[in-house]
């Protein structure tokens, strides 16, 4: 069957390009590696990307969040940042968050590793099983017969709460790193939540008692260099279905922002972790934390490793209906979201695939 492509392109039979890239198992690095001079058309955006109309003054902010245990009043100010910070643009940098950077360093190369390891024994690894039976996924392209363009992306994903993985189910290359990383990253988003419900002027335990840092799923991405980065996008236009991510991102850059209509770079900072709030804690906080558009750029210049850690229950099912926090609502506030369960939301998601629209908006009342 010859399928319209919604980029704009000749038709031709999408489907089966597809059907064929995924079965080499190897991803983006599998033409990468092969030599690949041109960009297949399954990765082709409608129109080019313009890296020069995106230069902005706009500075994402960073939070320092040295002594917030020791001292009362910086607490307090870090509550109001993180308040700010949150309401306007939904992301913030982080800084002095307590991960050592031999952790984080150890990270990237894990992901790296993984990624670049010999291709035959990582086919292996490959899999389209979102049914929750295995904690560990990799492949490239998690929407990629449901989204209308292919990302210069290869990912995996990998549940590490509420039930941690045994060792054998992880690969090699990284299982240790993302035993060390993911606990480390909890205990951050556990001291995140509860600056955060005390931002909305809740009691400390608000969100933890919500059951937000219930589940924790690891993504890591690789980004390989790409011969015409104009043609196509690492990852396009999305908000993140969680309560929040922390995210880690090498030194190559390329994560912008949108935000008063315009796109910002997310410049890397060694040592700094970038957060930002997800769809779910938009839902539950009705709108006043936002969960924002952001995107990553392909790049001539590469791979690029990220570390994405998603608080949410994702695959998992679970039986928690989440809805506006009842204590913000008012008769001027009124309520916006109907109630969901996580893997309500995180089914719809994934069968919509990254297209560019906010999930959010199908959960309206
Ligand atoms: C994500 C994401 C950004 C990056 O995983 O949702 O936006 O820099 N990642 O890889
Ligand atoms: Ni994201």
New binding site residues.
């Given amino acids: 069957m010859v399928l319209s492509d919604k980029s704009g392109q000749p038709e031709y039979d999408r489907k089966a390009e597809l059907t064929a890239f995924d079965e080499t198992k190897t991803g983006v690095k599998g033409l990468v590696d092969s030599g690949v001079t041109e960009v297949p058309r399954i990765f082709r955006i409608p129109s080019p990307e313009n890296f020069n109309s995106q230069q902005t003054q706009l500075t994402l902010p960073t939070i320092d969040l040295g002594g917030i245990n020791e001292d009362p009043i910086r607490r307090k100010e870090v509550i109001g940042q993180v308040k700010d910070a949150l309401e306007s643009w939904g992301f913030f940098q982080m800084v002095n968050h307590g991960i050592p950077v031999s952790v984080l360093d150890e990270m990237i190369k894990g992901v790296m590793d993984f990624h670049e390891q010999d291709t035959e024994v990582k086919k292996q690894w490959y899999t389209r099983d979102f049914s929750g039976k295995t904690r560990w996924l990799y492949n490239s392209n998690f929407d990629l017969y449901g989204a209308p363009v292919t990302n210069w ?1 290869d ?1 995996f994903y990998c549940t590490m709460v509420p039930d941690p993985p045994q060792p054998h189910e992880l690969p090699p290359t990284c299982r240790e790193i993302l035993l060390d990383y993911s606990n480390q990253v909890m205990k951050l988003g556990v001291c995140l939540f509860e600056l955060m419900s005390e931002a909305l002027g809740l009691d400390p335990n608000h969100l933890l008692d919500m059951g937000c840092a219930d589940g924790l799923a690891v ?1 890591g ?1 690789y ?1 390989p260099s790409c011969p015409q980065p104009e043609l196509t996008i ?2 396009p236009n ?1 908000t ?1 279905n969680d309560f929040i ?1 922390i ?1 880690l ?1 090498d030194h190559i850059g ?2 912008k922002i949108f935000y008063q209509n315009q796109w910002t770079d ?1 410049p890397p900072i060694p040592g700094a972790l970038v957060m930002n709030a997800g769809d779910y804690l938009q839902l539950i906080t009705n709108d006043k934390f936002v969960s924002s558009q ?3 750029v392909a790049n001539k210049v590469g791979p ?1 490793v ?1 570390v ?1 850690s ?1 608080f949410t229950t994702g695959l998992i099912q679970t039986s928690k209906v989440y809805e506006p926090i009842a204590e913000l609502l008012s008769k001027d506030n009124p309520v916006k979201y109907r109630g969901i369960t996580i893997k309500e939301y995180a089914d719809y998601y994934r069968e919509k695939g990254l297209d560019g629209t906010s999930a959010l908006l199908h959960f309206t009342i």
Avoid: C, I, P
Wanted: proline share 0%.
């Fill in positions: 992306r990912s993504l991405h980004y690492g990852t999305h993140d991510t995210l991102q390329g994560l997310v952001h995107k990553v690029r990220s994405a998603f």
